[in-house]
């Protein structure tokens, strides 16, 4: 036996008292970090005697002898059985390595998700999400029902909220661009990418000209309750209602989006309820978007700026106390490779580079700040451009520091588990999830801290929710109906449509949560499409504002050809869904066991890893791999390039048409006889009307002809 526990690497659990340990199902082999994880699967153990362990250990006799003498402890009666794992043969090719370390007796059954949280999500935490929830609540009660206003029964007042100051609007701005999918993904691109997406905040202050100097000017100059109403003004009514079209199928997708994935990832860490989490953000934004209109919402997004702002400061600085300071952080994450801030690197096909980050994010931030409703409706209930500079200006600046510290919170969690991954040990079943583990991971001796946590992912929720319901409704009364459809809506009654359109569109976007959350793989491709439909709409705006030979067809054609190409490529690129190559992540030092996993190293030749060979063998296009980053960019760039295209197409197509029909008219005229003078110039016939008496040719012939065309008796007359 003692020559067999040299030979093989062993996973041991000891287990004191009465204790009985349940067998752990070993999931199938995944990919991740380019390795293939093959767990080990534990099974009971004997009520009757402790010390009788059962252990499944790897049948590929590979194990490195040397670990093993590192494992110290008691182990009687132990028992070998053979591998049970499905999925994988044994092959000399492949080495197995373990993901084990363990000193002394110090050996515990790892806590899953599942069982991190058990207890943990307090009767307080409840208490503080409640309270946050409440709070934003009663800013609907009192803005839908003790703050009316004679002047708040129109549409255009409820939908703007004239005379909001600039405090609020900035902050209330500032949380319209913070989604909990945000918060939750960008620690974990910290953590498993590195730092290079960091460079997301300069395309940020490169907009803040572009929005106060281009496009705002004009939405204050018109006057505009919905900034696609300027496409109507400058196109039509058709372009006007595509891009209303499109700004719908977005942010009701968006709204289903940032709602589920947030209250997933939140529930698997801390146990709360996902369906339960859901119900209660759609509650809240339905009545107080519907109730209270802009006033409501953009107060109660500063209420939840608040609580956003609180919960992540207080992460970063229990975060720093536990892991050492700003110093540790900086030092572990330059160590492991995960500062990177000039990847120079060409090639479109990277996930984040310089150049796919700033320039493709300046595309995505410009179509966010100045031609998204949500965003375009909060700076005109300001009462001034003045003012609308002064909001902009501080909410991307806000926006830029809320980034910032969201990604240091990804430092720090790297920090904490720079030595044990864990997704890759199994504590976690998705990126989203990593920053929620930790606050349960590291926080959980401390009150409070969870339910702040929670309440911040919620704020972000709500804030993101409740300006798309309210952006959303001005959209369908100004631009479908009043414009589409030509239904008069009065002025009395214009705010009653617009709170039953918030209504109705809170249904449709909690239904949605329901369909989305069954197809699964559709999370991803939402967000793909929001940038797509983002670029789309932002380019027939600078069709209209910067180029005068742009036409209605070529803005019509050529908005729905790009959208119908943009999408293709992003349709495809999540069907071939190809991951990116993660850092380099460790296990090494993980203290417990669960599924446990040792880690079998893709077999290299000439440098071309498995993904690499996987994809030759799938024939993926490079055009489905590019970077998603550049996916705003080119929606903007073939709309503008077909638009003008078509533009100059048609132009010239009509120009033809109008010389045919003339030449045909005055064809029609010259060969029609007319009972009175024939007059013969050159090749051309003239018939004259007969005169009477008292009329004198000259008044006759003196007057324009009806079709523009020279009158040539005039001509003929003189020369007589």
């Given at each position: ?395 991307i600046l806000g926006l830029i520091l809320v980034f910032l510290i969201n990604f240091h919170t990804g430092l ?97 976007s909690f239904l949605l949560v329901f369909v989305v959350e069954r197809l699964g793989g559709v999370l991803q ?196």
């Open positions: 036996m003692s020559g067999i526990l040299r030979r093989l690497m062993l996973l041991f659990i000891l287990c004191s008292g009465n204790a009985i340990c349940h067998s752990v199902q070993a999931p199938k082999p995944t990919y991740s970090n380019n390795r293939i994880h093959q767990s080990v699967n534990w099974v009971d153990i004997s009520a009757d005697n402790i010390n009788d362990i059962k252990i499944l250990a790897d049948s590929m006799q590979a194990a490195r002898p040397e670990v093993i003498d590192e494992m110290r402890g008691s182990i009687k009666n132990t028992r070998i059985i053979e591998n049970e794992s499905p999925g994988l043969e044994s092959s000399s090719a492949f080495e197995a390595s373990t993901t084990l370390q363990l000193t002394g007796n110090e050996v515990f059954e790892c806590g899953s998700i599942e069982n991190l949280h058990k207890g943990q999500f307090t009767v307080y935490d409840y208490a503080i999400v409640c309270g946050m929830l409440g709070i934003s609540l009663g800013i609907g009660v009192f803005y839908g029902f003790f703050h009316q206003s004679s002047s708040e029964s129109s549409s255009s007042n409820f939908l703007l909220g004239s005379g909001m100051t600039v405090l609020p609007v900035t902050l209330s701005l500032t949380t319209s661009f913070i989604t909990a999918i945000e918060l939750l993904g960008n620690p974990s691109e910290m953590f498993y990418q590195g730092t290079q997406f960091a460079f997301i905040v300069l395309p940020m202050l490169l907009v803040i000209p572009v929005a106060i100097k281009v496009f705002y000017p004009i939405y204050f100059r018109l006057e505009l309750t919905s900034c696609y109403e300027y496409l109507g003004i400058r196109f039509g009514r058709d372009i006007r209602m595509l891009g209303a079209f499109l700004y719908i199928i977005q942010m009701s997708f968006y709204t289903a989006v940032a709602v589920l994935a947030p209250a997933i990832a939140v529930s698997k860490a801390t146990g709360l309820n996902t369906r339960l989490a859901v119900v209660l953000i759609y509650l809240v934004c339905i009545f107080y978007s519907s109730q209270g209109g802009m006033k409501a919402v953009v107060i109660a997004d500063t209420f939840q700026a608040c609580v956003l702002g609180a919960s992540l400061i207080l992460i970063v600085i229990l975060g720093h106390f536990y892991t050492g300071g700003w110093r540790t952080v900086y030092e572990t994450a330059s160590a492991n490779d995960r500062l990177e801030f000039f990847n120079f690197n060409v090639n479109p096909t990277t996930r984040h580079t310089v150049w796919s980050v700033v320039i493709g994010g300046f595309f995505y931030w410009t179509s966010l700040f100045c031609t998204n409703q949500a965003s375009v409706q909060k700076c005109m209930s300001l009462k001034s451009m003045k003012l609308a500079r002064v909001a902009l200006y501080f909410a720090i969690v790297y920090t904490q588990y720079s030595s044990c991954d864990p997704l890759g040990f199994g504590r976690i079943a998705a990126k989203d999830q990593l920053l929620p583990f930790y606050v349960m991971d590291v926080f959980k001796e401390i009150n409070f801290v969870t339910g702040i946590f929670v309440a911040g992912i919620f704020a972000a929720s709500l804030g993101t929710v409740a300006s798309a319901l309210n952006s959303l409704s001005a959209v369908t009364c100004e631009d479908l109906l009043e414009n589409g459809f030509n239904i008069k809506i009065h002025p009395n009654t214009g705010a009653t449509y617009a709170k039953w359109m918030s209504l109705g569109y809170g249904i449709f491709a939402t967000l793909t499409l929001n940038g797509l439909v983002g670029g789309v709409t932002l380019g027939l705006f600078i069709l209209g504002i910067a180029f005068k030979k742009a036409n209605a067809k070529g803005a019509f054609y050529g908005g729905i050809t790009a959208l119908v190409l943009v999408v293709y490529i992003g349709v495809m690129a999540q069907i071939s869904n190809v991951e990116p190559k993660p850092l380099p992540l460790s296990t090494a030092e993980c203290n417990c066991v669960s599924n446990i996993t040792t880690i079998i190293p893709n077999m290299e030749e000439g440098g071309n890893s498995l993904q690499g060979v996987l994809l030759q063998e799938n024939g993926i296009s490079s055009i489905f791999r590019l970077s998603y980053m550049w996916y705003s960019m080119i929606g903007t760039v073939l709309t503008i390039i077909l638009g003008l295209l078509i533009s100059v197409i048609s132009d010239i197509v009509t120009k033809r048409r109008v010389l045919e029909i003339t030449k045909k008219r005055n064809e029609a005229e010259n060969s029609q006889p007319v009972n009175g003078i024939t007059i013969v110039v050159g090749q051309q016939r003239r018939q004259l009307p007969e005169l009477g008496k008292s009329q004198h040719p000259m008044e006759t012939l003196e007057k324009p002809s009806p079709c523009g065309v020279d009158n040539m008796a005039l001509k003929v007359d003189d020369e007589k």
